[in-house]
């Protein structure tokens, strides 16, 4: 199996602290911080786009357990 080509988010200039994706088989997609590469999150595209829209929205602004 080839290595995954992981990319970094733009907002990531000097921090040690990173998001990086990439796409997987069957075209999921992986998440992974660069602090700890080891652990990968996955996800489809549509749940994360989903994701994606509520935190721009604030819906995760005021979260408490």
């Not at 921090?15 to 999921?28: F, K, Q």
């Not at 996800?43 to 989903?50: G, P």
């Given at each position: 199996?080839?290595?995954?080509?992981?990319?970094?988010?733009?907002?990531?200039?000097?921090?040690?602290?990173?998001?990086?994706?990439?796409?997987?088989?069957?075209?999921?997609?992986?998440?992974?911080?660069?602090?700890?590469?080891?652990?990968?999150?996955s996800t489809t595209r549509t749940r994360l786009r989903?994701?994606?829209?509520a935190a721009r929205a604030g819906?995760?602004?005021?979260?408490?357990?």
């Amino acid at each position: 199996m080839a290595p995954v080509p992981w990319r970094q988010s733009s907002y990531c200039q000097e921090s040690a602290s990173c998001v990086n994706l990439a796409v997987g088989e069957r075209d999921t997609i992986m998440l992974r911080e660069s602090e700890h590469p080891e652990v990968i999150l996955s996800t489809t595209r549509t749940r994360l786009r989903t994701f994606i829209r509520a935190a721009r929205a604030g819906q995760f602004d005021h979260i408490t357990e």
